[in-house]
């Protein structure tokens, strides 16, 4: 069981920039995919960033320019820098982890989520 807790969510204002992490109880060079995705109040949960184990990057094509994927192998941890943050970029923020390499099959991850509020 893969437990991944997320921090760096706020109230800012709009045009800020906010650095969200994503810390991985396990070495997160062992699961296949990592990725942020976020989700607003009465709507579904939409992609934002994703990387794999050997670091490929990919973002929606909605999402890119003002969104950045990272990570910290020695600190197991991803994050997410947004910049010039947008009033529309409010929502809770998760983090999820894909392991294909599980005997029962794709296992999902998620983390409990860090909200993001931009005011205008």
Known sequence: QVKLVESGGGLVQAGESLRLSCV?????????????????????????????????????????????????SAKNTIYLQINSLEPEDTAVYLCNAIDYKNPAGRTDYWGQGTQVTVSS
């Open 24 to 72: 991985a109880s396990e070495t997160i060079s062992s699961l296949d995919i990592m990725a942020w995705y976020r989700q607003a109040p009465g709507k579904q949960r939409d992609l934002v960033a994703a990387m794999d184990s050997h670091g490929s990057i990919s973002y929606p094509d909605v999402m890119k320019g003002r969104f950045a994927i990272s990570r910290d």
